[in-house]
């Protein structure tokens, strides 16, 4: 949305902030605890109630969701990951992204008890859309925790969370 000029031999610091360009809205969220009790066969919402940051005050801690604030439409990259846990052999398990409650992104894979899951899109969004994120399994006879590791201190090393920002555009 802007231009950056250096000029030959200038003595100005010139950054792509101050030309307007920036990675935001932006945010990065986690569990604070485990989430237990996923069932089988259910899309169940990811608790990320914890901010490690949110440039725009967009994401919702209690919603567990990403809003596109106004004014900034664009394209957004997200990602999430996950440590999944169950007592009982895990057939598979989804990590999906969900646009205005919608499923559009989501990747799968055969697993055993204990499993890293992860999950990476670029979408365009406009003002208003928001994105959350979910988790299905195929656990017969059991539940899914996600294991979120509350013995690190919290925003460093977190095992369960996600993120999103604006790409620069």
Same mark, same amino acid.
């Given at each position: 949305?802007?231009? !950056?000029? =250096?000029?030959? %031999?200038? $003595?100005? &610091?010139?950054?792509?902030?101050?030309?307007?360009?920036?990675? /935001?809205?932006? *945010?990065?969220?986690?569990?604070?605890?485990?989430?237990?009790?996923?069932?089988?066969?259910?899309?169940?919402?990811?608790?990320?109630?914890?901010?490690?940051?949110?440039?725009?005050?967009?994401?919702?801690?209690?919603?567990?969701?990403?809003?596109?604030?106004?004014?900034?439409?664009?394209?957004?990259?997200?990602?999430?990951? !996950?440590? =999944?846990?169950? %007592?009982? $052999?895990? &057939?598979?398990?989804?990590?999906?992204?969900?646009?205005?409650? /919608?499923?559009? *992104?989501?990747?799968?894979?055969?697993?055993?008890?204990?499993?890293?899951?992860?999950?990476?899109?670029?979408?365009?969004?406009?003002?208003?859309?928001?994105?959350?994120?979910?988790?299905?399994?195929?656990?017969?006879?059991?539940?899914?925790?996600?294991?979120?590791?509350?013995?690190?201190?919290?925003?460093?090393?977190?095992?369960?969370?996600?993120?999103?920002?604006?790409?620069?555009?």
């Amino acid at each position: 949305s802007g231009t !950056l000029a =250096i000029a030959q %031999g200038g $003595t100005g &610091a010139a950054t792509l902030a101050a030309a307007g360009l920036a990675n /935001t809205p932006s *945010f990065s969220a986690y569990m604070s605890a485990d989430q237990t009790g996923i069932a089988d066969a259910t899309y169940t919402k990811l608790s990320m109630n914890a901010e490690v940051y949110d440039t725009d005050s967009a994401y919702d801690t209690s919603l567990y969701r990403f809003t596109v604030p106004a004014g900034e439409d664009g394209k957004y990259q997200f990602g999430i990951s !996950l440590y =999944i846990q169950s %007592g009982a $052999t895990v &057939a598979y398990s989804t990590v999906g992204l969900y646009k205005n409650g /919608t499923r559009i *992104f989501e990747t799968q894979e055969g697993v055993d008890n204990i499993i890293y899951r992860d999950l990476f899109a670029t979408l365009p969004l406009v003002a208003t859309d928001y994105i959350e994120a979910y988790i299905y399994a195929g656990v017969s006879g059991s539940t899914l925790t996600i294991n979120q590791d509350t013995t690190s201190l919290p925003g460093q090393n977190n095992r369960a969370y996600w993120y999103g920002y604006k790409l620069i555009g």
